[in-house]
């Protein structure tokens, strides 16, 4: 499935789109939320939620065509050592039920919306699990923006035991570029007085939005005369429990807690903040109703 909107002659954002890169069932206490353990019901729970979508967001800015996550990759279904070892294995088949169709490509799903896979001169990672970064292999081209915390999770020991593989990341041929905070000097962002401003015009801000992993971002896309619209990642699997600052079951819950506070505050700057997270159901009909 895929949407799209456009926007105005003066406005810097041509189009903005959400395609998915196949689906994913969860156990419900991984979208929360729940007071149990983590590790209490990826091993007890029997219960999975209906198919969700794994989303990448298109946006296409007039200096250059930006991705926001890059999805799954279709080896994560057909390859049997996308996940090495018997435990990483056994874990991810117990986080999640992956469907991957063949047409639930990145490159298969730009082409619906009339890009070439050469066309992505920027791929934003919320983070670096592996149904954010399955686009990786095709994106050797393009820079490939990633905070530099959630860059450092890839360098402490064991890794995988975030969630984070480095044979899925750490590639050759890829241009890194990680990313600080830097001061926005933007009243309308306040609470968040730190970001990264991707085309130096405001229409594009980074934003360090942690919980999920200690370097999440979220991305807010601002437009001429239009609701902006801020990409959340995995800070939440629904929008309707950010609003409530209920955190899934799979974060910091104390440090998920503050940052929905901040975003819930920016939501008063803007009302018609169209929040849309990765995974949620929601976030298609969101931002088709965001240009409505």
Request: glycine share 8%.
């Amino acid at each position: 499935m895929t949407v799209t909107m456009g926007g105005t002659p003066t406005d810097p954002i041509a189009r903005v789109a959400v395609f998915s890169t196949g689906t994913v069932r969860m156990h419900p206490e991984h979208v929360g939320p729940t007071r149990k353990p983590t590790p209490v019901w990826l091993l007890t729970s029997r219960r999975w939620t209906e198919p969700r979508p794994i989303n990448v967001f298109v946006v296409e800015h007039r200096d250059g065509l930006v991705l926001f996550d890059t999805g799954q990759d279709p080896a994560s279904v057909t390859d049997p050592d996308y996940f090495p070892g018997r435990a990483n294995k056994l874990v991810n088949a117990r986080m999640a039920k992956i469907h991957l169709d063949p047409s639930d490509t990145v490159e298969a799903n730009l082409a619906r919306l009339g890009y070439r896979i050469a066309d992505v001169g920027t791929a934003v990672l919320s983070h670096l699990h592996p149904d954010h970064v399955g686009g990786l292999p095709v994106l050797r081209h393009a820079n490939i923006v990633v905070s530099r915390s959630e860059w450092d999770t890839l360098q402490v020991p064991r890794p995988q035991m975030r969630g984070i593989y480095r044979s899925h990341i750490d590639m050759p041929g890829l241009t890194w570029k990680l990313i600080t905070p830097e001061p926005l000097g933007d009243p309308d962002l306040a609470p968040f007085h730190e970001g990264y401003d991707l085309f130096d015009d405001g229409s594009v801000v980074l934003l360090s939005t942690p919980g999920h992993t200690p370097g999440s971002l979220s991305m807010l896309v601002r437009r001429t005369d239009r609701a902006p619209l801020l990409l959340v990642g995995d800070l939440t699997y629904d929008a309707r429990l950010l609003a409530a600052g209920q955190p899934s079951g799979l974060c910091d819950k104390r440090v998920t807690r503050s940052v929905m506070e901040k975003v819930n505050a920016l939501r008063y700057t803007w009302p018609d903040m169209a929040v849309l997270p990765a995974h949620d159901p929601g976030s298609a009909s969101r931002l088709a109703a965001a240009v409505a």
